[in-house]
């Protein structure tokens, strides 16, 4: 959904649980498998639009990185937002505050740390190529400091 701001455009995703439903789900989200890990410790906030307010919820760390990774993985595996929308939050969080939102969930924390390691471990990680495609006006040395910056942080997060 895009919406015009005092300041330009926003983009937003907006998801439904997988298991919500037509009947609850009239404007056709997206369907997320992850979406009630999402909701789980979601923070409610109300947006005014010009159309109106749209009362959405934010997910925590976890329900956002859980919420991600099934988007890269299951619905866009070809597309490169999802990946770089992971290291804009992370980034944006702290790396300590997305690690320790991770070590907090004993059940679902060590298999979103699994999957984030195997996106973003090394530098020919798809996660850090999907990041650099972001980046594509960058010469090659920045290229390099970048993906090395990325794979710095999500370490940081997997420590």
Request: with cysteine; glycine share 8%.
């Amino acid at each position: 959904m895009e919406e015009g701001t005092p300041i330009g455009e926003i983009e937003v995703d907006l998801f439904v649980p997988a298991d919500a439903g037509d009947a609850n789900n009239p404007a056709g989200f997206t369907s997320l498998p992850a979406g009630d890990l999402a909701l789980l410790r979601a923070k409610p906030i109300r947006l005014q639009l010009a159309s109106g307010v749209l009362d959405i919820a934010l997910p925590d760390p976890v329900g956002f990185i859980a919420m991600k990774l099934v988007a890269k993985q299951r619905l866009r595996p070809t597309e490169t937002k999802d990946c770089f929308d992971i290291y804009a939050y992370v980034s944006m969080k702290g790396a300590e505050t997305v690690r320790a939102a991770l070590a907090a969930d004993a059940q679902a924390g060590p298999r979103l740390s699994s999957e984030l390691r195997q996106l973003y471990g090394d530098l020919d990680s798809p996660g850090v190529r999907d990041v650099l495609a972001y980046a594509a006006t960058l010469g090659n040395e920045e290229r390099a400091l970048l993906a090395r910056a990325v794979v710095d942080l999500f370490h940081l997060v997997m420590q």
